[in-house]
Each structure stands twice: as structure tokens, then as C-alpha cells.
């Protein structure tokens, strides 16, 4: 449109004509006395006019820098960049420099697998496939499912960036439509409820590589639906100038690998034969992978895979955790397999069968536990556990570990007393957080009032006050960053003072929690701690026999 | 589209007909003997039919259950949600819980502000407004500078998520495109060049309130454009199915409010009034603005000013800082002014009034410095500064407070020295680091190697080497993430082997960085540090005038 100096705005269609048509047709006298601008005051000539694109705002002027006497209305379209999606993971999962971010881009995907097995009849199997087998095709990192798949709208709703599970209508009918339904209370919180802000996914796959095929089969229908995101998609969409966020849903049968035609990815056609074993499920194959992830995951197996043993520890062990006998066998596997060279046997770990991760440290050195409970203001529940770890003859307990929130060294416990009182505030962080049963690795919260050591009059030894270990279970009330790295406000909502504390014994709630912890830390002190004391020196005896 | 069994597929337009005509012109015998379904395997009905939008792949199947013959290809779109503008502040500044992030998201406006005002040829003006007197208005937040302002192009550029300077063309035009540069090379960096990610501005308007108007008038254009983005438009914008990201800008003359006509915005006609003096600004208005914040910015004005003023310490104070007689006058000017009750005098600070931040206590309280470089082998220019606070008669000089890396409690020096030796890596976090000139508030770098105590054989004391504070000015080769919180790589980088550290000394470069640095510690301690000294007990006197 095109609108004027005094006269009132007209609407003119531009495209079809050349300059000189156009003047004509404004039925502008002479050109030597008006001049014909963009909004930015470009003053258009025969060549500007043939870049003009349709729908823009001119203004016809007397002179290049007249007034403007009327205001004009200019139509805009300001859609996000696509490095919305292809950059947002990279600087998402940098929340604190020079850790290892990449295990938690792996945990993204697998929140979303557990989430999607969540209402599974039988087992749950999340497979996490490294096929570094050059003679297979490219290097791929492949998560596969067995949960309910996607409907051809659910995949196109995995795709839009910042859909979450509050605002997604999931089906095409409104009349199918249902809102978000809360989880059920169940034991510290495992709900599988883990999937909720639309951006995971994506930012985790742009993390790991640079292309996805998700291939997916959702329950009860035949279809297998396919649609490929990719970086390179993205850079030749913009060239053409065509919708960037424009794709492709290919519907096609079960296992049928027709339309896989290039060399590098021959190791689709096995996955997608393996299709035929399934009612349903969801393959995410990410492609493009840098060298550097590559190489640390070959050489970091188990140091990354322990950690996702911690992550998901009571997702794989149940709500009791890696407990020596556990009855509570979790239908969950989690399963990771690296393929090298064809000639190198490829390794595998059920995460269950991890036994040095953190939790299961802990755990294992526990000699009791105090279990309570923490209902804030706001509607918030959290469960808790601490675990005393007792002193036995020569040594702590108390686990150590580059993952361990106090890392005593060797041999100077004196040492280790400094490094575990002297926090910031004053208070020893001990809790370990998890949110919906998943481990938030940045955040740990401090002790709270009632488990901490009195400034006098304290019937046990100061020692134990650093015994112990916590573990806090937050419910769906909490909210945690988007990259679930830190929790928003669960440490200033635990400490809240209106927030109240209970100890629960057998499932029974008990009153006031700082006389019962107290009891406890003493009774765990004169019961468990073992000591060699050396009473009464009775001089020096020289061994005559060595 | 529609595709079929064994058929080939066949592209129809569905709009206009209803279910019944569309059966006809499919000419379909009998719907008994066939089921036309969605891509999701709805079964389509006379109403279900009517839903349907255009462009849907339907399946003409036998029954509804039949296996694809021929896959089907389906055109989706996947525009990200508006949460992506709207939530991605909310969450990308909660990195650390428990912090005050309002001033973060206020520092992005100021950052956009340095940017556009860095090649102003007076002085730099950049305002924060805090209009929350209710006789004027709603609560506003607003942003003027007397930048370079942007054209309606540079406008619309600026609502685009994601779109960074290196993607970014700012013209109509690909004629008059022109890439990104450099900055050059500055002292310290203070180049300005701090707006990149394309996310700053809209993450922090949206953190700070929940509608902005964007106000500018570009150098050298006697235009003023307008744009308003607001969480309710895009509300509107889903509800009505319109194009989400679609606006308006309006292009007016200077001085001209004739289109405020809400009476919550009568601040604006003031701040329009005001126009006709500048050749070119950027006014930031923000509405919407929740209580929290309002108590936050109105009762803790003093330390958030303070926080300002350090984040920006090296703009409004030259590259040497607030020294005492500094002839490096600064022409940056940040003003923040606060109204409240009409009966209420506004507050009003420059932040180089400013003298309690905490680089303005670290340089106030410097006895001798010790400058160098560092050279990094991706080619990043790291400038260091080594502070020395003297132990003075009877305490030690380096400042306290809670902004201090180092916090020390007043009277238990054995405590501060446990507090300031125990970080995790057993190195003591020293530098604040600046990034482009500006603070990045969340990384801290622990001491290097050479000046780090030795572990035997020290020439002086152990507790001088907790008498220095660092800064470190790194060079726009340094990442930081979007929040502009933390660096991505500068600790890593700077531990690297092959980094190369030189002392400056006048401007010149010495060798051995770390006799160079011994021998400056040495001479800071044997001149600097001043002890009373109690030598030789003479007995206690009793004073008997008391
Ligand atoms: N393996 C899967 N199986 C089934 N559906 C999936 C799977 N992965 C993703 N989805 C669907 O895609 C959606 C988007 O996933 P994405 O991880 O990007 O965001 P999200 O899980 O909703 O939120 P978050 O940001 O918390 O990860 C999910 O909500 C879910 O509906
Ligand atoms: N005060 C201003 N004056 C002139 N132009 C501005 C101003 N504020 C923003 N802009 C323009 O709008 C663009 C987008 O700003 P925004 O803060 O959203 O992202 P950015 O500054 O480019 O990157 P980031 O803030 O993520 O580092 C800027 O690059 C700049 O071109
Ligand atoms: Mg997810
Ligand atoms: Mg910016």
C-alpha cells in the first residue's frame, strides 16, 4: 500500500508492475516533483522498485525529508530465527562453564522416553544407541522407545519450539481435545511426569548433532509417521526464501525402508526393520555429530554413563533406591550400547546394573535413615531422607567422590571439616534434589534449622553433624529452569519459616522434628559409631621377634 | 491433498464443498465400502469434515484400519510458540536460585543502549526511568538513549528471537547490506560492541513486564517509528488463529502523540513531547509490570544501583576504574530516576556517583597493581589486573561485602582464610571477569599457576597471597551464554597449557611472569603491609587513674 503526504492512504498492488507503470498509475504529474520512499527513506529508483517486495508501506513525497503529516501503519512479520531452535541448546546446557554438558542433553531425550512409556502395559525399554560403526553409515546417536508413539499432529506438535504440555492441543478435532491432567501422588514423586516445557528435545538434538529423524508409531494405529529437522534444511529454506518452519511428515507403513536410499544411512534400514516387533514407539536419530562429542563418549563411557545412573537412580531401582535387597523391581530399562569398529565388541550397560553412582554410594554406606516430610506455603510437597553414615574403627563412611558434595581427601579429616562447614551461608549444603523422581544436578540445598548443629549444648559430638546425607523428592509443584538444570525457588521455599516439617516414622507423621532428629543423630552416634579407643598408655614395648 | 490405496495420489481442494460434495467429486461409489480418514486416522464425518483446515493429506482407505500402500507425504508448519518470546526471559535468568535477577534483565537494555550510542559524537546519555506514580500512569519501565536508533527495518529486526549480528541484514535492500566487524581493539575492551545473541532485549522486556513499546527515531530521518509487542496481542493474535508474529509498526513525525489516547498512558506524551530535542533516540517502554518487581526496584534501589554500577564500572569510569584523580573522563552516562508519589521528591543517581560498588572498594583500597596478559591459542586477548590490599596496622585492607568474593567475618581472620582457601579445585576464586568491558556477574576465575603459593620454599608470608583481588578483561573472541551471565569457555581457556601469560609493565612486556610476580609480592609485603609489632614483654602495669 502506499500512503501520502495530505492525501489519504491508497492501497496500490505493486507486484506486476515496473516503476514507470506504477507512477503512471498514481497518476503522479511529474516525477521531478514528488519522490517515492520506503519507510527507512530509500528513495526508489527503477532498480530499488524491481527489489521491493509486495506489502510494503511507500510514502510519496515532495522531498526525500519532508514531514510525514499523516502517520502510517506499516505492516511487519517478525518470526524467530530457526537459530532459535539449532542454537538454543548450546547455550542452555552451558549453565556453569566447564562442565560436561552433554549428559544432560542425553537426559532430555530420555525424560521424553519416560514420559512416553509412562502408562506402558508391560516393560519400559529406553534404548540409547551409539553407532560410531563407520562401515554402518555416519555416526548416529539413537534413542529408541517402546512408548506410545506420536499421531502425525503429536509429531508435528513435537517440532513447534516452546509448545508445552499447558497450551498443546494434541489432536486435530478441538472435540478430541483434553487439558493437562495433574500426576497422581505416588512415593517421591516418580511420576514420569518429566516432559513439560516444548523445549527439551529440540535443544538437547541441536546439542548432539546438527540433523534428526524422529520415526515414530503410535499406539493402536498402523501408520509409521517420519519427519527430519535439520540445520542444513533450515540454511537452504532461508536461501530460497521459503517458510522456515515449513516441513514434511512422511507416512508410511511399518517397515518399510523404501525411501532410504543413501549409503550413509544403511543403519536406518535395520532399525526400521525392527519395526515390525513393536505396537509402538518413537526412534530419534541424531546425525551430524561433532567430533568432540564422539570422542567423549567413547572415552568418557562410564563416567557419563554413571551419571545417568544417578539422574534416573530411582527411575531404574524404584523408590527405595539401589538397596542391597530390593523387592521394588522397576519395569524401567534403561539401555546403553557403543558400536566402534566392526571388529570391536560393542559394549552395553543396563543402567540398572551401574554400581558406583552416586546415590548408590550413598545408599550402600547407609547404617540408618530419618525420613520426613516438607509441605510449603504454596501447595508444594517434598519428601526427604537423611542417611547417617557412621564412623567404623578407622575411617568415615561418608562416601567420596568427584561427584560427592563433600570430597574429603585422604587422609586429613581435619581438612575435610573445613571444606564441608564453610559454605557461603554458613550452612553445609546436604540434599541432593530430585524433581518428579529426576535428579536437578546444579541444585543442592543446605541443611535446614532443625538438622543443624547447636551453636551449644549439643548432646553428640560436632563429627556427626557431618555424618549424615540428604536426599530431597520435590513433587510437581516446584519448577525447575528449562534446561532442568536448577530447581527456580526450591531452596527459598524450604526455607520459607511457615514451612513445616514432619518427621514420618513407618508412614506415621511424628511431632516436632528437631527433638526427633535429635534423638536420632544420638542414638545413631552411641549404636553405629565404632571407635578403637586407646585408653591408658602403658609405655613403649619394643618387638624383640622382627 | 488427497492419497490413496493403490491410487495415485491426487491433489483436491477441499475449502468450499462439504463432506458430501467432496465424496461426489472424489467419486466414490459408495462411502460404505470406503472410509476417508486424516493422516491420524480420524474417520471423517459430515461435521469432522467441516473442522478440517486446508492443506490436510487425507487417506482414502478401505477400511479404517488398512495398512499405506504408498506412503504419503504431509506439509506441516511449525512456527515456535509466542512462549519463546514471551517465558524465554523467566527462566534464562533464574540460572542461579535464589538470586536477584531483575537487575540482569535491566543491564540487557542498558547493553543495547551502550551499543547504540557507541559511535555518538557528544556525550552518551542512556536513562532508566521508574514511573510509578499513579497520577501519570501505569507502571513503566522505561529506557531512553540518544543512540543511533533504528530504521523500521532495524525495528522490525529487532523483534526477530535469535536474530544475531552476524545473520542480521538491517536493510531493505541487499545493496546496502554490510557484514559484521570487529571492534577494534580498545584498552580493555570497552568497545561496546554487547549486543550479539538477538535475544537480550526481548528476554529482559518480557522478564521485566508483559508489554514494551519500542520508540526510535534513526539518525539522519526525520521519522519516528512504533512498534508494540505484547503477551496479550499474541494471545489475541492464537485466539482469532491470526499470524502470530505479524505487527505493526507506525511511522509518525517527531513529537507527535495524537494516537496516545489511554489515559494509563499519559506518561507517554511527556516522554513524545521530549522528542523534538534529540536527532535520534531509542525510547524502551515497559508495562505490565508485577508487583514484585515494583517493591523490588522501589526498596531495593540502592543495592541494584550498586549492582549496575559495577556491572558497567569500566563505561562510566574509564579503563582505569574509579581511581581517585582519574583525567579519564567518561562520556557514558547512566541516570536512573525513580517516581513514586507526586508528593514523593524523585530519586535520581548517575551510577559514576556510585561509590560502594564493589570494583569501586577493590580499587579504592589497592596499594600497588600488577598488570598482564594473556594470549590464548584460539587468539583471545585476556588484560589482567593484580590488586594488592595491605595488611595496615591492625587489619587487613581487602574490602568485605556481600558482593566480595572473599567474606571475610570481622573478627575471626583464621576463619577467612579457611573461607577464601577451600574452593574446590583447591584454588582460590580471585578474578571478576569483564567481557567486552562488561561484567559477567556469574563467572569467577580461580589464581593461575604462577601466582598461586607455592606449595614450599615461599619468599614471603602465606597470608599475602590472600591479599590480592583480580580483574580480568577478556576480548570478544570470549563466549558468553545469552543470558550474558557466564562465560562459556574463559576459565578453561585461560587453565589451558599453551595459554601464555606476560607482565606489563608501562605498556611493556616482560618475561617470566612468575619471578616477575614473586618479586612483586615480595616488594608489596616488605613496603606495603605495616604490623605494629609487640616485641620484648616489659609486665603488666596497672593504671590506677581509672
Ligand atoms: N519419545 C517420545 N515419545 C512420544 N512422544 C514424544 C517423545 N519425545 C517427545 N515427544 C513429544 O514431543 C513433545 C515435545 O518434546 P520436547 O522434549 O521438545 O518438549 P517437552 O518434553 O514437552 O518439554 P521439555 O522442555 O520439558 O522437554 C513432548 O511433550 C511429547 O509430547
Ligand atoms: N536502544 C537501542 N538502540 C538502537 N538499536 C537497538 C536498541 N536496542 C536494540 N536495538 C537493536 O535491536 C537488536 C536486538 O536487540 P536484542 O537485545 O534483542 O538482541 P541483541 O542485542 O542483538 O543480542 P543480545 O542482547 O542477545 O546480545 C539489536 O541488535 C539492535 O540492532
Ligand atoms: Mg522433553
Ligand atoms: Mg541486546
Known amino acids: 500500500d502506499c500512503r501520502g503526504c495530505g492525501r489519504e492512504p491508497i492501497i496500490v498492488e505493486t507486484s506486476g508492475f515496473d516503476f514507470n507503470d506504477f507512477l503512471r498509475l498514481l497518476a503522479i504529474p511529474s516525477i521531478e516533483r514528488f519522490c517515492l520512499t520506503t519507510t527507512d527513506r530509500t528513495v526508489l529508483d527503477f532498480d530499488k522498485f524491481q527489489e521491493l517486495q509486495d506489502g510494503n508501506t511507500l510514502h510519496l513525497m515532495q522531498t526525500e525529508d519532508q514531514e510525514l503529516l499523516t502517520a502510517t501503519e506499516e505492516q511487519i512479520s517478525f518470526t524467530p530465527h530457526y537459530d532459535t531452535l539449532v542454537r538454543s541448546g548450546m547455550y542452555e546446557y552451558y549453565a556453569s562453564e566447564g562442565q560436561k554438558a552433554l549428559p544432560y542433553a542425553l537426559a532430555e531425550l530420555i525424560d521424553n522416553a519416560l514420559s512416553a512409556t509412562a502408562h506402558n502395559k508391560g516393560e519400559r525399554t529406553i534404548e540409547l544407541r551409539l553407532l560410531f560403526d563407520d562401515t554402518l553409515g555416519k555416526p548416529a546417536v539413537v534413542f529408541v522407545d517402546n512408548g506410545s508413539g506420536m499421531t502425525s499432529k503429536q509429531l508435528n506438535n513435537w517440532a513447534v519450539y516452546r509448545l508445552s504440555k499447558y497450551t498443546r492441543e494434541d489432536v486435530k478435532f478441538k472435540s478430541d481435545h ?15 511426569d518429566i516432559s513439560c516445557f516444548g523445549v527439551g528435545g529440540k535443544q538437547a538434538v541441536f546439542y548432539i548433532g546438527n540433523s534428526t529423524r524422529m520415526i515414530t508409531r503410535p499406539t493402536g494405529f498402523p501408520d509409521v509417521h517420519e519427519l527430519i529437522v535439520s540445520k542444513e534444511d533450515f540454511e537452504r529454506k532461508e536461501k530460497n526464501k521459503e517458510d522456515i518452519y515449513s516441513g514434511v511428515i512422511h507416512n508410511r507403513k511399518v517397515g518399510d525402508s523404501s525411501h532410504i536410499r543413501k549409503e550413509s544411512e544403511f543403519f536406518l534400514q535395520d532399525l526400521i526393520a525392527e519395526e515390525t516387533e513393536k505396537e509402538s514407539f518413537t526412534a530419534v536419530v541424531i546425525t551430524g555429530i561433532p567430533p568432540e ?51 570391536k565388541c560393542p559394549r552395553v550397560v543396563n543402567l540398572r546394573e551401574v554400581d558406583n553412582d552416586m546415590q548408590t554410594l550413598y545408599i550402600n554406606s547407609t547404617a540408618d535413615t530419618f525420613e520426613f516430610k516438607a509441605c510449603t506455603v504454596s501447595g508444594g510437597t517434598v519428601e526427604g531422607v537423611l542417611r547417617y553414615h557412621p564412623f567404623l574403627y578407622d575411617r568415615e563412611t561418608y562416601p567420596r567422590g568427584p561427584l560427592s558434595l563433600l570430597a574429603p581427601t585422604d587422609d586429613e579429616v581435619e581438612d575435610w571439616e573445613s571444606v564441608a562447614g564453610n559454605q557461603a551461608n554458613g550452612r553445609r549444603h546436604i540434599f541432593e534434589c530430585f524433581w518428579n523422581g529426576r535428579l536437578i544436578p546444579y541444585t543442592t540445598v543446605a541443611e535446614f534449622e532443625w538438622c543443624q548443629r547447636p551453636s551449644k549444648n549439643s548432646t553428640v559430638p560436632v563429627e556427626c553433624y557431618r555424618r549424615f546425607s540428604g536426599v530431597l523428592f520435590a513433587d510437581d509443584r516446584f519448577q525447575v529452569s528449562t534446561n532442568k538444570l536448577t530447581f527456580m525457588d526450591l531452596e527459598l521455599q524450604l526455607h520459607h519459616k511457615d514451612t513445616i516439617f514432619t518427621r514420618i516414622v513407618n508412614g506415621q507423621e511424628q511431632r516436632g522434628i528437631k527433638k526427633e532428629f535429635n534423638q536420632w543423630l544420638t542414638s545413631c552416634h552411641e549404636h553405629l559409631d565404632k571407635q578403637v579407643h586407646f585408653v591408658g598408655f602403658n609405655g613403649t614395648i619394643s618387638r624383640t621377634d622382627m
Chains 1, 2 share one sequence.
Request: hydrophobic share 25%; no cysteine; aromatic share 10%.
Open 178 to 192: 483434553q487439558g493437562y491432567v495433574r500426576p497422581k501422588a505416588v512415593p517421591r514423586s516418580i511420576n514420569s
Open 293 to 343: 562429542h564422539t570422542t567423549f563418549l567413547k572415552n568418557d563411557f562410564n563416567s557419563w554413563t554413571r551419571e545417568l545412573a544417578h539422574i534416573y537412580h530411582y527411575y531404574i531401582h524404584g523408590h527405595n533406591g539401589n538397596v542391597q535387597e530390593n523387592n521394588l523391581k522397576s519395569d524401567i530399562n534403561i539401555q546403553i550400547s557403543l558400536r566402534e569398529k566392526p571388529t
